[in-house]
C-alpha cells in the first residue's frame, strides 16, 4: 500500500532575482519588465486551487519559498499565499514556513512584515564571508551586508540558517577553516556548505571551460570538506545530509520530508512535484517559463507541463538516490510503504552493495541503509553504481 499520509509538503517557486549569478542554473531571472504583482498573486492563487482539487484535504507540514529570490516578493504577495493555502488546506502550529533571502537592504526591511505574517524560518543566501569571494561569485551584496542581515533575521525569525559556497579557485584550506569560524559565530542552529559546482549554461562553464576559472583539486576539495564536517562538528552542527548542517532537532524539514520520500506539491513556474493519487505516484512539473507559466494561471487553465505516472520501482530509485544523501540514511519499511515495493534487489544491484558494505561504504541492518563517514565523499558514484 502506497503511504496515505495526509501531511504534504508545498514548494513556491518565485522565479525572480535582482542580478542573475554567474555560476547558477537555477530557474531564476531577471525580469525584462515590470512585474505585475497583482497578476502573480492570482496566478498563484488559481494553481493552489487546482492542485487542492487534485489532492483533496490535506495538512501542510511546510510550505517553502524558494527562488529565484522570493525574500524580492513584496511580503503582502507571500502573506496572500500562505493565507490561501491555510484555506485550502490546513497550517498548523507546526507548519514550518521557509523563505529563501538575500542579504540585501531591501530585503531585510521586509524581515518583520514576514515574521509576523507567519514565517517562521529564514534562509539567507550569504555565500561567502568574504568580500574578494563575492566578487569572483558575481554577487550584489558585500560581508558587511551579511552580518546586518543575519542580525535583524536572528530578532524575527524562529530559525535562521545560512548557505556559504566553498571550493572557489584557490581556496586554501587555511581560508576555508578561517571563514568557517567566522560562520560558526555568526551562526543560529542550521548551515548549508555547498561545494561550487559548475553548471552547464552558465557563464562559470564557458570559463571553465576555457580555463579561465581553476577549480581546486580533488584532494584539496575532499579535504575542504572534511574540514567542513570536522569544524561545524566542534560547533554541535552535525552534517544531517551532504551539504546540511544543524544542531540536534533544528533540520530543515521541508528538504528533509522530500529527501525521506514524502509527498510533495510544487507550486509556480518550473516547480517539481511528487503526488499520490490512485495508488499510484505522479511526477509532476510546471511550465518553466514564468511568461508561460502566468498566462496559463490568469486564464484559469493548468500550468502543469509534465504530470506522469512513476513506476514503483523509479519512484523506489528516487527515494534511494535522495534519502542516502542524508546521514540517518533510507528508512527500509518507510520505502516500502511508500511505494509498493516489497524487496530491495528489485530496484538495487545487490553485488554492489555487498561490496561497498564489505568495504566501509555503506551500513545496512533490517532497519534502514545509509552512508558511512568514509562512503559520504563518494555519494554520487556509490548511488550510481547502486541504482539497477
Ligand atoms: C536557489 S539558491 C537561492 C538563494 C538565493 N537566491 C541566493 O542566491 O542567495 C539556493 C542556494 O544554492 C546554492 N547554489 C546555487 N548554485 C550553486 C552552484 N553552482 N554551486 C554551489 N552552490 C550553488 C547557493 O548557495 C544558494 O544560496
Ligand atoms: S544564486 Fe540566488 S540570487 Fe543568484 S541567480 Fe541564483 S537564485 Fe538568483
Redesign the pocket.
Known amino acids: 500500500m502506497l503511504n496515505k499520509s495526509k501531511e504534504i509538503a508545498v514548494y513556491v517557486h518565485w522565479p525572480f532575482?535582482?542580478?542573475?549569478?554567474p555560476?547558477?542554473d537555477?530557474n531564476?531571472h531577471v525580469s525584462k519588465q515590470e512585474i505585475n504583482y497583482k497578476d502573480w498573486e492570482a496566478a498563484y492563487k488559481n494553481e493552489v486551487n487546482i492542485e487542492q482539487d487534485k489532492l483533496g484535504g490535506k495538512i501542510v507540514r511546510s510550505i517553502f519559498f524558494g527562488?529565484?529570490?522570493p525574500s524580492l516578493m513584496p511580503p503582502n504577495l507571500v502573506d496572500s499565499i500562505i493565507q490561501h493555502i491555510g484555506k485550502k488546506w490546513a497550517i498548523t502550529n507546526k507548519t514550518e514556513i521557509t523563505v529563501e533571502a538575500?542579504p540585501s537592504s531591501v530585503e531585510i526591511q521586509n524581515f518583520k512584515h514576514l515574521a509576523v505574517n507567519g514565517v517562521n524560518r529564514l534562509s539567507l543566501?550569504i555565500q561567502s564571508l568574504n568580500d574578494n569571494s563575492l566578487k569572483f561569485l558575481g554577487?550584489n551584496h558585500k560581508a558587511k551586508d551579511s552580518l546586518k542581515a543575519l542580525e535583524i533575521a536572528k530578532k524575527n525569525f524562529d530559525r535562521v540558517s545560512f548557505d556559504l559556497i566553498y571550493g572557489l579557485p584557490l581556496q586554501t584550506a587555511a581560508a576555508w577553516e578561517k571563514e568557517l569560524a567566522d560562520a560558526i559565530s555568526l551562526s543560529g542552529e542550521h548551515m548549508s556548505a555547498y561545494q561550487l559546482t559548475i553548471e552547464k549554461g552558465t557563464p562559470f562553464y564557458s570559463m571553465h571551460r576555457d580555463k579561465k576559472i581553476v577549480l581546486p583539486s580533488e584532494s584539496t576539495l575532499l579535504n575542504l570538506y572534511k574540514i567542513t564536517d570536522s569544524i561545524l562538528k566542534n560547533a554541535k552542527l552535525e552534517k544531517y545530509e551532504v551539504s546540511n548542517y544543524a544542531l540536534k532537532d533544528a533540520e530543515s524539514i521541508h528538504n528533509v520530508k522530500i529527501w525521506e520520500g514524502f509527498e510533495y506539491c510544487g507550486i509556480g513556474p518550473g516547480a517539481h512535484g511528487r503526488i499520490q493519487k490512485n495508488n499510484k505516484w505522479f511526477a509532476t512539473h510546471k511550465y518553466s517559463s514564468p511568461n508561460i507559466w502566468l498566462y496559463k494561471n490568469l486564464k484559469g487553465d493548468s500550468s502543469l507541463y509534465k504530470n506522469d505516472v512513476i513506476h514503483p520501482r523509479e519512484r523506489a530509485q528516487e527515494i534511494l538516490l535522495t534519502s542516502l544523501r542524508l546521514t540517518k540514511g533510507m528508512k527500509i519499511k518507510t520505502l516500502f510503504e511508500n511505494t509498493n515495493i516489497t524487496k530491495l534487489d528489485t530496484f538495487i544491484n545487490i553485488d554492489n552493495l555487498s561490496r561497498f558494505k564489505k568495504i566501509g561504504l555503506i551500513h545496512i541492518n533490517h532497519e534502514s541503509l545509509k552512508i558511512t563517514n568514509k562512503g559520504f565523499p563518494l555519494l554520487d558514484t556509490i548511488i550510481n553504481k547502486l541504482l539497477l
Not at 532575482?17 to 549569478?21: I, M
Open positions: 532575482c535582482a542580478k542573475k549569478c555560476y547558477c537555477f531564476s527562488g529565484g529570490t538575500n543566501g554577487r
